[in-house]
């Protein structure tokens, strides 16, 4: 087995109760003002006041759309999207966009804009 631990030498009449801990002198509060002028200063915001956030605009692009493809078409669709320097979602827009002006649907087509407006 193992090395057996060495004990600790203390006296019998060790009393731990004497130690008490020690008192940090010199902290007055600090002011409230101060504080938060430099946590601006330092970019963090204030929770309590909510109008003084900053707010983004809640994106348009919500659901999802899963669907099975054949190999590597998803990397022909990502690149097309590189290529047009655009995300997914912008290259899907447009290709059925493309598809119905293709096709003349144009009852597709109103109802198409009418969603992307």
Known sequence: ???????LSFD?????????????EG?????KKTIEKVAEESGFISRVN???RRKRQQSPFKNQLNL?????MKELFQDIGEYLEVRDHTTF??????LLEKE???DLLQKYRDITK
């Open 1 to 7: 087995m193992g090395k057996e631990r060495a004990h």
């Open 12 to 24: 019998d009449d060790f009393d731990v109760s004497e130690f008490q801990p020690a008192k940090k």
């Open 27 to 31: 902290q007055g509060e600090v002011d």
């Open 50 to 52: 909510k109008t003084r």
């Open 68 to 72: 099975k493809c054949r190999d590597n």
């Open 93 to 98: 827009e447009r290709a059925i966009l493309a």
């Open 104 to 106: 003349g649907t144009t």
